[in-house]
């Protein structure tokens, strides 16, 4: 999984301010998926996208949370006006198809505080 | 919402010991995936199990998947202080678009 690079690892916001976190995905994968882990819980899925497109986003909160993976460059998941709620280990995953069958892996993680 | 429970929540036990994780669920899941997760680091597969009843092993680790794939077990023979760390079940959805996660079992191997 050290082939899913998430940056920052750790991140601090004051309540009010944006946060964006960048996945890059292992080479050659081009399907990229979000996870929140709160603590004490488990990962929670957030969003899938593919290059350009968003094809599942039912995890999302309606609000502040946004999500895409633009043809060049990391995938991007972007928290305006956080608030203390939103403080968590935010995880991305990538593998290589869409498929039962297709290993997921994952960063190592950013680590959100909103104080 | 498909969910995915796990028990026990935690486990200490003494190296050299056996243990089982159980992970249920009411849902049928394609396929359900064993992570380990340590402090500060993100899950690390362990396996995949794909088929009602398949069972699979890695060394000392033994996981089975249910007839009726709702459910899955991984049994560790002779845990080593190494094994400590969170051990996460995952089931896959049909269209590989989502994991739903347990909440994890916790494991603590002392020497």
């Known amino acids: 999984n050290a082939g899913v690079m998430q940056n920052p690892r750790h991140l601090v916001r004051r309540r009010g301010q944006e946060a964006r976190l960048r996945c890059s995905p292992m080479?050659?994968?081009?399907?990229v998926y979000w996870y929140r882990q709160l603590p004490e819980e488990g990962l929670k899925f957030m969003v899938y996208?593919?290059?350009?497109?968003?094809?599942?986003e039912s995890g999302m909160p309606k609000e502040r949370f946004s999500a895409e993976f633009p043809k060049e460059g990391p995938s991007i998941l972007r928290i305006q006006q956080v608030v203390r709620g939103d403080s968590a280990a935010y995880f991305c995953?990538?593998?290589?198809?869409?498929?039962?069958?297709?290993?997921?892996?994952f960063g190592q993680g950013t680590r959100l505080t909103v104080v | 919402t498909q969910l995915l429970e796990q028990s026990p929540q935690f486990l200490s036990i003494q190296e050299g010991e056996n243990l089982t994780v159980y992970c249920n669920s009411s849902s049928v899941f394609s396929s359900l995936q064993w992570y380990r997760q340590e402090p500060g680091e993100g899950p690390v597969l362990l396996v995949t199990v794909v088929t009602g009843g398949e069972v699979k092993k890695l060394k000392r680790l033994t996981f089975q998947f249910g007839d009726a794939r709702k459910d899955s077990s991984l049994h560790i023979t002779a845990a080593q202080p190494g094994d400590t760390g969170l051990y996460l079940c995952?089931?896959?959805?049909?269209?590989?678009?989502?994991?739903?996660f347990g909440e994890g079992t916790q494991l603590t191997v002392n020497p």
């Open positions: 995952a089931g896959g959805e049909t269209s590989g678009s989502r994991l739903t």
């Open positions: 996208l593919q290059k350009e497109n968003i094809i599942d």
């Open positions: 995953a990538s593998s290589l198809f869409p498929n039962r069958d297709t290993e997921a892996f």
């Open positions: 080479k050659g994968h081009s399907h």
